[in-house]
């Protein structure tokens, strides 16, 4: 058997906590020997196949420890980085890097080595507005926006934010679409759809799991829940201080204490066991920034709704309808409007044939459509194509 090409993969975080991140190192390892570079940050937990080397550089430290260093440190810590990563990425064909920090990487380990190594370049979050110059961030972004059309490709995970990336960017290629989905093996096959859907449909359970705040309809989905006088409502994910204080007062002036159950921000490997006893997901955005509008195809919730056969109610604008519009598993509703909410709750429950169905077509267009394998794939062919694999 002939040796697998090898590629490298760089981001400044820990790869662990980004899901389609990991996902999408998977999937080159099927084709390629990954040499995977990211930063020796909060604890590890991801196994990896074992043609991937996983490289943490750095010394460990959590995110909060890392924020909280001088903007001297922070320079220092990111040009070793660059410098140890160089060190590694010697015998690879091509570096596939994630947003600004993994990109300005990966071009400056060009002149580490003093030899072009084709890079692609995976966006997931955008900055409307550029830090100050005087950050490390700022710099960085600004590094980005000059160096960006060296890249082979540029991909992003929706098409409003591929459109603005493309304008401030000065962007003279398009940008390849690869939605957020998840992998196709999330969720394993349920034997008996028919048993889960009635015991849901039995318990009525509201499921919220994201960062929990006033952009993410905190209030809207609560008041909306405590019109369905039988139903239970459980939320999982970051909650602040600030935010928990004013979630226990709605759920206070709600009376919902003996039906509101917050579970924590638990591992990513544990939320499908809660999803899939879920009635129905939520996935509402308050129109805030870019980051939170333009995120159809983004916000890979929806789609772990779908592969747990859950009907979703998601943010009634004219990008989710069009994207959305002929799934009848999506309900929509106005994120500042509990009444709206309360709507799209009560036509998801007001029968139980039609619920049965749209769970069952929920899971149907996951495994068809969107999965991260589907979307993917295109990105292997072309990657293939850059290295002549």
Not at 270 to 291: C, E, P, R, S
Not at 352 to 375: M, P
Request: aromatic share 12%; with cysteine; proline share 4%.
């Amino acid at each position: 058997m002939s040796k697998k090409q090898r590629i490298g993969v760089i981001l400044y975080t820990n790869p662990d906590y980004y899901p389609v991140t990991a996902h999408a190192v998977e999937l080159l390892s099927k084709k390629f020997d990954v040499t995977l570079i990211g930063r020796n940050q909060e604890p590890t937990f991801w196994s990896y196949p074992d043609n991937v080397s996983v490289l943490r550089l750095g010394e460990y430290s959590s995110v909060k420890e890392k924020e909280k260093q001088s903007r001297k440190t922070k320079l220092v810590e990111y040009y070793r980085f660059i410098r140890d990563s160089a060190r590694h990425l010697q015998d690879v064909s091509l570096i596939y890097a994630y947003d600004s920090f993994g990109y300005v990487a990966a071009y400056l380990c060009q002149g580490l080595l003093h030899k072009r190594i084709k890079i692609v370049y995976q966006n997931h979050e955008l900055s409307e507005n550029l830090p100050s110059l005087l950050s490390l961030s700022g710099f960085v972004e600004r590094l980005e926006r000059r160096w960006i059309n060296k890249a082979e490709i540029v991909i992003l995970p929706d098409e409003d934010r591929a459109s603005y990336f493309t304008k401030v960017n000065a962007l003279t290629q398009s940008p390849m679409i690869v939605p957020n989905f998840p992998p196709r093996n999330l969720v394993a096959s349920i034997d008996n759809w028919d048993e889960l859907i009635k015991s849901r449909w039995e318990s009525k359970i509201l499921f919220y799991r994201g960062t929990i705040s006033d952009v993410s309809a905190m209030e809207e989905m609560l008041t909306a829940s405590a019109t369905v006088s039988d139903a239970a409502i459980r939320f999982v994910g970051f909650l602040n201080e600030a935010e928990d204080i004013r979630l226990q007062k709605i759920v206070m002036e709600q009376a919902l204490a003996n039906r509101f159950l917050y579970l924590g921000k638990l591992p990513y490997q544990d939320l499908q066991v809660h999803t899939l006893k879920a009635t129905l997901g939520f996935a509402l955005y308050k129109g805030i920034d870019l980051n939170r509008t333009a995120c159809v195809s983004a916000c890979q919730k929806i789609y772990e709704y779908a592969a747990c056969g859950l009907p979703v109610i998601v943010t009634d604008s004219s990008n989710y309808r069009n994207f959305l519009g002929e799934e009848i598993w999506v309900k929509f509703a106005n994120p500042n409007d509990s009444q709206s909410v309360a709507a799209a709750i009560s036509s998801i429950l007001s029968d139980f044939s039609n619920y049965r169905a749209i769970c069952l077509a929920a899971r149907e267009s996951f495994e068809s459509r969107f999965n991260y394998e589907a979307v993917f794939e295109p990105v292997v062919s072309e990657l293939k194509e850059l290295i002549q694999v």
